[in-house]
C-alpha cells in the first residue's frame, strides 16, 4: 500500500493506494491452453481464465473470464491445459479433469464435455500433459498412459490406456504428436509427422514409439507441428516446422532430423503454436517464431527466426499455447506475467479482443499509479493509472483502522481498454475543516 497526501489549508488529506491481494501467496506454476490459462498458488490452490465454452476453467459454468478465478482451494500440484480441456493433479495422486471431451480426451469413459472438475484415477499419478485434443499421463511405476484423439488410426479412447509399462520419466504432448523421455535419457516419439516433428529422418508417421535420440536428453516440449528437447549439457535441438522461424536456426526451413539451436545453459523449454520459448540457467527468457499477436513479448508483431531475449533475469518457468497464440512465464519472485493474444481473456488482464506485445504482470496485480491529484476550493480530483481491467473504487473513510469493508464508495470506475486505462474521480465538496481528516483508498478488483 503506497500513500499520496494532499495538503490543502491545514488539512492532510490521504489517498492511499490499495489492491486486494495476497502479497505472500506466490504463483508456483502455469500451463497455457488453447484460449485459456491455468495457473498454481504456493497454497495449493489452482487458478483459471480464459475461454470457457466447454468448461475447461473448471468453475461450473460455460461463462469466460478474463481476471483469474479460483476453482480449487488446495492440494493441487500440477496443472496442463490442451485444446478446451484442462488437466490437474493433486497431491494424492490422483487425477482430475475438466471440459472438451467430444474425443474421450478427458478419460471419464464419456465423450461428454464436463464444466467441474471429476477425478479419473484415484492415486500414483505423478506427471501429465495436454495439447490438441489428447492427454498423457505417467504413473509411479513410469508407465505411460493416454487418452483422447488417435489421428493416424482415427479410434479416440474415452478410457486411460497404457502405451509403455515402464521406464519412462517425462512426456510431452504436441498438437498431434507426442513425445517421452526414458530412464536411459532416450527420447522416442509417436504420431503424425507431417513436418518432421518427430525427428526420425523421414516424414512418415509412426504409429507405435520409436526411439529418436538415443541417450541425454532431460527436457522435452510439443509444440504445433515442431519439437524442442534439452540435452544433460544444456543444449537446446529442434526439428519439425519452421515456416515461422519457431525452429530458431535463421531459417525457414523443416528438418526431420534434430538440429542443434543453442549451445550450452538452456535449462527449460516451451513450444506453442509456431513459436518457442526457452530459459537459460541465468534466468533469462529467450523467444523465436511466430509473433503476429505479440506472443514472443518483445514489444514488436514482427516474426523472429533466431533466439531473442526477451527477459534478462529472473524468470523460473514458462507455457506456450498450442493454438491461440499467447505465452506465460512466472519469476523467482512468484509472480505471473503474460503476452500475446487475447481474445478470451486467457492473459488474466481484465481485458479482452486486445493484444500483449509487451509482457505484463498479472498476479499480484500491480497497483494503480496515482499520476495526478488536485485540490481547488473545497473539490478534490484524483487521477490514477490502472495497469489491469475491471471495476475500480475509490473508498473514503475517517479512520484508518476501520475495516475496509466498512469504508464508503464515493467514486467509480470501469477500466476495459489498455490504451484509456487512467482512472478518473472529481469530488467536490470534499474538503471542509470542519469535517477532519479523510482517507482514500483506491482498491482495485
Known sequence: MSVKSILKGGLVVLLLQAVTIQAAITVTSVAAGYGHSLFLKSDGSLWSMGDNRSGQLGNGTIDGTNRPEQIVASNVVAVAAGAGFSLFLKSDGSLWAVGHNGYGELGDGTWNDTNQPEQIISSNVIAMAAAGPHSLFLKSDGSLWTMGANWDVMDEVNLPQQIVSSNVVAMACGWQHSLFIKSDGSLWGVGINWDGQLGDGTFDDALLPEPIVSSNVVAIAGGFGHSLFIKSDGSLWAMGGNYYGQLGDGTLNYTNQPEQIVSSNVVAVAA????????????SLWAMGWNIYGQLGDRTF???HSP?????????ALAAAGNQNHSLFLKADGSLWAMGWNMWGQLGDGFTNEYSALPEQIYPSPAPVLTNSLSFASNLQFTAACQFGGTFYLLAGTDLAQPVSQWSTVATNVINNRTNNLFSATLTNAVNADAGRKFYILQSP
Open 272 to 283: 506453442g503454436n509456431r513459436h518457442s520459448l526457452f530459459l537459460k540457467s541465468d534466468g
Open 302 to 304: 514482427n516474426d523472429v
Open 308 to 316: 531473442e531475449r526477451i527477459v534478462p533475469s529472473g524468470v523460473i
